[in-house]
């Protein structure tokens, strides 16, 4: 089946247009039809030996949510006491001033998780690199991600948690590793640019930097 040129303006589109969304969620409810064709856009991620080894909690409960909250809060001042020590007090500050999540404003939380057993100790793709599994599911959240902004959904990515939280937040196994932590809702607006760029966090490499042609050239440094 090949692709039309609209469709793929679309899909590239979508791409360019994709956010990491934390302070602009809505509370409208996300319909269920929604929500299952964005988990059945990850669920058809490219996966290593058809693994699949992902599974999705979708939390709404308040309760659960203001337990990872707490979680976030925890970490959040770890990691600017972190700026500090690493840069400097006014990077610490500038960390600070950055709205990082958004979970008790969005409507659902969506966990992605990755079974590193689930086909056995041997899985095809991965006797040579056994991370690929990891690799897999971090696909499925992409898959997600696009698939919310074609819905016009937001979605905000929060790692500023440790798993012990998650883990007794969601009662998540062990022998189960965290891959994510989604907050996805309806959002006022999607910021032209990624928030942390106009911010002045960082700015995007340009791509000349980022192509090697043939071997690694090591004057391509990231600054």
């Known amino acids: 089946m090949n692709i039309t040129l609209s469709e793929r303006d679309a899909v590239y589109k979508t ?28 669920h058809h991620a490219p996966s290593v030996g058809f693994m699949q080894p992902w599974d999705f909690i979708v939390v709404k409960q308040p309760q659960t949510k203001a337990k990872i909250k707490q979680g976030f809060l925890q970490a959040h001042h770890e990691a600017a006491e972190l ?82 939280v998650m883990r007794e937040a969601l009662n998540i196994p062990e022998n189960i590793e965290i891959i994510a932590y989604l ?8 910021h032209d640019k990624p928030e942390l760029e106009k911010k002045g966090w960082r700015k995007r490499r340009p791509l000349s930097e980022v192509i090697h042609e043939e071997t690694w050239d090591s004057d391509k440094l990231d600054q």
């Open 83 to 164: 700026f500090a020590k690493a840069f400097s007090n006014e990077t610490r500050n500038q960390y600070l001033s950055l709205k990082l999540e958004g979970i008790e404003e969005a409507p659902i939380g969506i966990c992605i998780t990755c079974d590193r057993h689930r086909l056995g100790p041997v899985v095809l793709g991965r006797t040579a690199k056994p991370e690929m599994d990891l690799y897999s599911s971090v696909c499925a959240i992409q898959n997600l991600w696009l698939a919310a902004r074609a819905e016009n959904l937001g979605v905000g990515w929060v790692s500023i948690v440790h798993d012990d």
């Open 15 to 42: 791409i360019f247009s994709r956010r990491d969304v934390r302070g602009e969620f809505l509370p409208t409810p996300i319909p269920q039809d929604v929500l299952l064709r964005i988990l059945n856009a990850a």
């Open 183 to 190: 907050c996805v809702g309806y959002t006022t607006y999607f």
